[in-house]
């Protein structure tokens, strides 16, 4: 197998990248499990795309490891695209997936659901070494919720509707189901397809 770094801590986006990657024989681990702490990167830039490249960058200069980075975040339309690249510190520093919820259904308190139209986007940027750098980004259509439904999923994934007649959010789908639909599992699939070819030339 070979070993990648996810440029992340959050154990439920490494769960997704594992799964899908590991038929490739990757095996996907946090940089933390490998004793590397990735708490001084600073998401600075103005896209999904400009953080997951500063994200997988840091993971490459520190471990030396192929890295892989996923930036992904709401952005919704009556917002003016909020909270978009913000969307993990929307309520704060180290807020809560309840929080941001909160807060995202209070600032769109009185907006009618055919103007909560909103879309998950997911931005991977994977350094194989020093000179092959592969990206992908996927999207999801849907809407916000009123309030929010099912078990599963984290982060926004209670209150985004699937944009599929179904009337389900990502957080009723069982981790299959949202793989297929998902902004993440598009852009996943996107990324394994570039690398299967590299892999396949090395």
Do not use: W
């Not at 990735?38 to 520190?62: H, Q, W």
């Not at 807060?103 to 000179?131: H, P, Q, W, Y």
């Amino acid at each position: 197998m070979i070993k990648f770094i996810i440029a992340s801590n959050n154990k439920n986006k490494a769960a997704e990248l594992d799964r899908i990657l590991n038929p490739l024989g990757i095996t996907a681990v946090t940089a933390k499990s490998e004793g590397v702490s990735l708490d001084d990167v600073e998401e600075t830039g103005e896209t999904f795309a400009e953080n997951a490249m500063i994200k997988a960058k840091a993971a490459f200069e520190k471990t030396g490891l192929p890295s892989v980075a996923d930036d992904s975040g709401l952005v919704v339309d009556a917002l003016s695209g909020a909270p978009g690249v913000y969307s993990a510190r929307y309520a704060g520093e180290n807020a809560t997936d309840q929080q941001l919820i909160e807060k995202l259904l209070k600032n769109l308190e009185g907006v009618e659901m055919k103007d909560r139209t909103a879309n998950f986007v997911s931005s991977i940027c994977c350094i194989v070494d020093k000179d092959t750098i592969v990206t992908a980004e996927g999207m999801c259509d849907g809407y916000i919720s009123f309030a929010p439904k099912g078990e599963g999923g984290f982060g926004y994934d209670p209150v985004f509707l699937i944009n599929d007649g179904s009337g389900k959010t990502f957080a009723q789908l069982s981790p299959d189901e949202k793989d297929k639909l998902s902004h993440r599992g598009k852009a996943l699939r996107m990324l394994y397809d570039k690398l299967s070819k590299i892999i396949a030339n090395d």
